[in-house]
């Protein structure tokens, strides 16, 4: 993807490939608290503290998830803010395995969240606060996913490139 011209943080802005001046991009601003809030979310359910929940386990999981869905863009995000200082050391936590499981089955069928697969989770010690900010974080994702595929659909039927 070319570099853009688009804040640095805005992370659904690059992994859209919207810049100032595009058509979508000024779109995407006609509710700037949305886009605010949604990058103010990112934020936070990566950089929060949470007991159990290491941002680096966090950021494993985001990028887990975007690459099971196919949206490299922002995969990439994800894992390149894994490969700063962020989780560089980092190593993955015993329970990473159960949370890469558990964000696959809320992806792929949200049905199965249920109360068993919360089970394995909580074999791996993962608390209650870390398990809901987890679920937050996968939702969050889904979210992502869809008005970035969203964005990129609209920019191809206008002839542009998704």
Request: net charge positive; charged share 25%; aromatic share 0%.
């Given at each position: 993807m070319p570099a853009l011209d688009v804040p640095e943080n805005d992370?659904?802005?690059?992994?859209?490939?919207?810049?100032?001046?595009?058509a979508l991009h000024t779109a995407r601003r006609f509710r700037a608290?949305?886009?605010?809030?949604?990058?103010?979310?990112?934020?936070?359910?990566?950089?929060?503290?949470?007991?159990?929940?290491?941002?680096?386990?966090?950021?494993?999981?985001?990028?887990?998830?975007?690459?099971?869905?196919?949206a490299a863009s922002l995969a990439q995000h994800y894992e390149a803010r894994l490969a700063t200082d962020v989780g560089r050391d980092a190593p993955p936590s015993p329970a990473l395995p159960a949370m890469l499981l558990f964000a696959a089955a809320?992806?792929?069928?949200?049905?199965?969240?249920?109360?068993?697969?919360?089970?394995?989770?909580?074999?791996?010690g993962l608390g209650d606060a870390a398990i809901v900010a987890l679920a937050q974080l996968i939702a969050f994702l889904s979210y992502q996913l869809r008005?970035?595929?969203?964005?990129?659909?609209?920019?191809?039927?206008?002839?542009?490139?998704?």
């Open positions: 992370v659904i802005d690059r992994a859209a490939g919207l810049a100032p001046g595009d608290k949305v886009v605010e809030a949604t990058q103010a979310s990112h934020d936070a359910l990566l950089e929060q503290p949470v007991g159990g929940l290491a941002t680096a386990d966090r950021l494993r999981v985001a990028a887990h998830v975007c690459t099971m869905a196919g809320l992806t792929t069928d949200p049905r199965l969240g249920d109360r068993a697969a919360l089970e394995p989770l909580r074999r791996a008005v970035v595929a969203g964005l990129k659909a609209m920019r191809a039927s206008q002839g542009g490139k998704p």
